[in-house]
Structures are given as structure tokens and as C-alpha cells.
Nanobody, 117 residues
Framework: QVQLVESGGGLVQAGGSLRLSCLVGGNILSRNFVDWYRQAPGKPGKQRDMVAQIRTGDDTKYADFAKGRFTISKDKAKKTVFLQMNNVTVEDTGVYFC????????WGQGTQVTVSS
């Protein structure tokens, strides 16, 4: 069973930075993409929005709100995917989840990010 374990969340002031980590169990980075989703407080139906994705060939894509501020990267040797978040705003508050596919559909437990004004 593949496990994804997020870490790095916490409280940060608006304009600050935070780096999230996703430790990817097993050996799936060679065949799966990994992406970050977030669930903002009060979202109906606990909707999760894609933030950024990194593919096996290291191609990346970002949600419009993340472009220019967030960077996704991975360290294959450490089996870890990172999300560097810069110039955060209060709208970035939420629970951030790591996800991997398409071979399987794996989710982490989430890490809370709170941005104060």
C-alpha cells in the first residue's frame, strides 16, 4: 500500500513563505505524477482544488492562483515532492493534500496551512 505523508504546514503571515513536503512511499515516482490539492475552509462539499502538478518527466503545471508564487519540485532520491509557497495570502489558507496517480489513486492525510493578515 502506497502512502503519502505531508508535512511543513503551519501558521505564516501574509507575504511570507512556507515549504510543504510530501514523502511518497513505495517506488511510484518513476511512473506516477504527484500533485498538490487544497481544501479551503467553508468550501461546499469539501471541494479540493488542484494547486500544482509534477509529472514523471518533471513537467509541471499550476493553477492560475499559484503561477508566479508557488513552485513544485521533487527529489527522487528522497522520494519527496515539495511545494514552495511564496508571497502567500489569506486566501491560501486551507488543508493541503498530496495526491498521486494515474497508477492507483493515492492521497495523503493533509497538512494545515493558515495565513494570517
Amino acid at each position: 500500500q502506497v502512502q503519502l505523508v505531508e508535512s511543513g504546514g503551519g501558521l505564516v503571515q501574509a507575504g511570507g513563505s512556507l515549504r510543504l513536503s510530501c514523502l511518497v512511499g513505495g517506488n511510484i515516482l518513476s511512473r506516477n505524477f504527484v500533485d498538490w490539492y487544497r481544501q479551503a475552509p467553508g468550501k461546499p462539499g469539501k471541494q479540493r482544488d488542484m494547486v500544482a502538478q509534477i509529472r514523471t518527466g518533471d513537467d509541471t503545471k499550476y493553477a492560475d492562483f499559484a503561477k508566479g508564487r508557488f513552485t513544485i519540485s521533487k527529489d527522487k532520491a528522497k522520494k519527496t515532492v515539495f511545494l514552495q509557497m511564496n508571497n502567500v495570502t489569506v486566501e491560501d489558507t486551507g488543508v493541503y493534500f498530496c495526491h498521486s496517480g494515474p497508477f492507483g489513486n493515492f492521497w495523503g492525510q493533509g497538512t494545515q496551512v493558515t495565513v494570517s493578515s
